[in-house]
C-alpha cells in the first residue's frame, strides 16, 4: 500500500524546493494540483500544476473528481481523486504539497496519513525568500505573509514540523521521518 505524506507551511518556506529533492527517489512520487491560478514563468501545463479555469474547477468539484480543495490568495487549489487512489494501491510515499485546510480534510478521511509542517527559519527569512523567488505581484507577496501567520497557528495539528534551514538537512529530516535513510 502506498503511503500518503502531507507538505504545509507557509508560501516561500521551501516546500515545492524540498518536494522536488524529495522526488529524485524512485519511491516518492508527488501529485499534481489543480488550480485556477496563473502559471509563473517556470511552470509548465501538467508538471507544477494543472491549471485550469474557474469554471472547469468547479465541474471538477461537482464530479467528485477531486479529493480535497481550498481556496487561497483568491485563487482555487485541489488535489485529484483518480491519480490519489491510484498512487495508494502501489507502494511509496506519495506527497501532498497543499495548505492548511486541505491539508486538514484529508487527515480527517485518512488519518493514517503522514504530516509534516514546513517552517522558515525565521519570518525575515520568510519575506526574503519570497522577494527572491520573485513570482508575485507585491500585493501578492504582502497577502502570503499575512495567511502565513494564520498558517502557523495549525502547525501543532501536523505530526512533525521541520525547521526548513539548511536545505540538504531538511531531505535528510523528512527522509528520516519517511524511514528512507
Ligand atoms: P514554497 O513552495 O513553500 O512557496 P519555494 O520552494 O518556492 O517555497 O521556495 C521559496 C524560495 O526559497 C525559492 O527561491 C527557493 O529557492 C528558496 N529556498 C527554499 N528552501 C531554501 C533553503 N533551505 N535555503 C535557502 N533558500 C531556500
Ligand atoms: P502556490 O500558488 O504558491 O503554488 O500555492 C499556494 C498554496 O496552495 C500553497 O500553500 C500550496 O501548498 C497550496 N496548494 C497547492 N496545491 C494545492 C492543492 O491541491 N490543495 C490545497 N488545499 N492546497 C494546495
Known amino acids: ?15 515545492t524546493t524540498v518536494c522536488k529533492l524529495l522526488t529524485k527517489d524512485p519511491h516518492i512520487k508527488k501529485s499534481i494540483s489543480v488550480t485556477t491560478r496563473l502559471p509563473r514563468d517556470s ?14 474547477f468547479e465541474e471538477m468539484i461537482q464530479r467528485g473528481e477531486l479529493a480535497e480543495h481550498a481556496e487561497y490568495c483568491e485563487h482555487s487549489y ?13 507502494e511509496g510515499f506519495y506527497l501532498l504539497e497543499i495548505e492548511v485546510q486541505g491539508a486538514l480534510q484529508i487527515m480527517e478521511k485518512l488519518p493514517e ?16 525568500r519570497l522577494i527572491q523567488r520573485n ?32 536545505l540538504a538537512a531538511t531531505v535528510s529530516t523528512i527522509r528520516k521521518i519517511l524511514n528512507l535513510a
Request: hydrophobic share 30%.
Open 1 to 15: 500500500m502506498g503511503k500518503l505524506v502531507i507538505i504545509s507551511g507557509p508560501s516561500g518556506s521551501g516546500k
Open 135 to 166: 513570482a508575485n505581484r507585491e500585493e501578492d507577496m504582502e497577502n502570503r505573509l499575512k495567511i502565513a501567520d494564520k498558517e502557523m497557528e495549525y502547525k501543532d495539528r501536523y505530526n512533525y514540523c521541520v525547521v526548513n534551514d539548511d
Open 78 to 90: 485541489g488535489t485529484p481523486m483518480k491519480a490519489l487512489k491510484e498512487a495508494l494501491v502501489k
Open 43 to 56: 511552470e509548465k501545463n501538467g508538471e507544477a500544476y494543472y491549471f485550469v479555469s474557474k469554471h472547469e
Open 113 to 128: 496519513t503522514i504530516s509534516i509542517f514546513l517552517l522558515p527559519p525565521d519570518k525575515k527569512t520568510l519575506g526574503q
